[in-house]
């Protein structure tokens, strides 16, 4: 499953946003840990950022 896939499931699902927001965190993190590169950590940071913003914006309009 691609990032994008989950992102898109995630969309599409009922969860509530502090469950999700606690799984993705413990998730994320476990994925910024696991990998060894400083500036995959941040390019990967900045596209979570980016998607979470991004939904935001569309759920806030």
Known sequence: MSLL??????LSSPKPW???MKQ???YSTGLIRSSYSH???IIFGR???FCTG???KITLQ
């Not at 896939?5 to 995630?10: K, Q």
């Open 5 to 10: 896939e989950v992102y898109m499931a995630w």
């Open 18 to 20: 502090g469950m999700w």
């Open 24 to 26: 993705s965190l413990i």
């Open 39 to 41: 500036g995959f950590t």
């Open 47 to 49: 596209l979570i950022g």
């Open 54 to 56: 991004f939904s935001l």
